[in-house]
């Protein structure tokens, strides 16, 4: 447990005052995040990190993650592009390189978008409100932290027993009603929107994506049979266990700004 609180503390130590600051430095320490991320899921699909398939999508994460540098560079959205040719780069290059299979093709072609995407999210959203980014990150925070509490008093009816045994229907109620609570007090300090109601309820639905972004993660490790995703944070696993919630949730929010 001692481990587990001191690789906590140290994060936070390293991204608070990069979060507070924003810029490059933030889109620099969000991209490197994202790189491990995607590689403990190259490393699942038992694909070398120092192969090429995983250098191409790696660079490309972290590119996206520098979002705002490329698209200064390039004057405009480069990525959907990018996304596409890495695709077609790879399957050529799967036709001279027969250990390569079209399934782990197509695996870590979506777990780029997928993480990529969330980042790119997470970037534009700090740059667009601080007050706000810092709302979702604390009720994603809230929801872990009040379904793993409500859930180890009186869980009982599992909520997705083939997949993540130790989650239950009442500690997903805990954690949502976690968040509400914490919205409330946030949000009458700080509001995002006219609306005071609509606002609470808005992050209480993103507490239930949040909830199944960390499902989605637990099918991928029972799917690839590992108990964790990596190893690089002592007693928290890998990074992809840390981010699950928020990932679902950054890429929701990217989708909801796009309709807009």
């Given at each position: 447990m001692s481990k587990r609180i001191l690789t906590a503390l140290i994060a936070l130590v390293l991204f608070i005052p990069l979060f507070i600051f924003g810029s490059w430095p933030l889109e620099l320490l969000v991209g490197l995040v994202a790189l491990f991320a995607l590689m403990e899921f190259v490393q699942m699909e038992k694909i070398s990190i120092r192969s090429f398939p995983a250098i191409l999508s790696g660079l490309i994460v972290l590119s996206m993650a520098?979002?705002?540098?490329?698209?200064?560079?390039?004057?405009?959205?480069?990525?959907t592009p990018v996304i596409i040719l890495q695709g077609l780069i790879l399957l050529?290059?799967?036709?001279?390189?027969?250990?390569?299979k079209i399934r782990q093709i197509g695996s870590v072609l979506l777990m780029t978008v997928y993480i990529g995407v969330g980042t790119v999210s997470f970037v534009s959203l700090r740059q667009y409100s601080l007050t706000f980014v810092l709302l979702v990150l604390l009720v994603i925070w809230a929801t872990d932290t009040g379904a793993y509490?409500?859930?180890?008093?009186?869980?009982?009816?599992?909520?997705?027993?083939?997949?993540?045994?130790?989650?239950?229907?009442?500690?997903?109620?805990?954690?949502?009603i976690a968040s509400a609570i914490v919205s409330a007090i946030y949000l009458n300090y700080f509001p995002i929107a006219d609306s005071y109601i609509l606002s609470i309820l808005f992050m209480m639905v993103l507490?239930?994506?949040?909830?199944?972004?960390?499902?989605?993660?637990?099918?991928?490790?029972?799917?690839?049979?590992?108990?964790?995703?990596?190893?690089?944070?002592?007693?928290?696993?890998?990074?992809?266990?840390?981010?699950?919630?928020?990932?679902?949730?950054?890429?929701?929010?990217?989708?909801?700004?796009?309709?807009?």
């Open positions: 520098l979002s705002p540098r490329v698209n200064e560079l390039f004057s405009g959205d480069i990525f050529v290059y799967s036709v001279w390189n027969p250990d390569l509490l409500i859930g180890g008093k009186i869980g009982k009816t599992k909520l997705a027993p083939s997949i993540s045994p130790n989650k239950t229907i009442e500690g997903s109620a805990g954690g949502t507490s239930v994506v949040g909830q199944l972004g960390d499902l989605v993660e637990s099918k991928i490790k029972r799917e690839y049979g590992v108990k964790d995703s990596g190893k690089i944070l002592p007693g928290h696993g890998g990074i992809l266990d840390r981010i699950d919630s928020l990932l679902l949730v950054l890429n929701v929010l990217f989708v909801i700004g796009l309709l807009r």
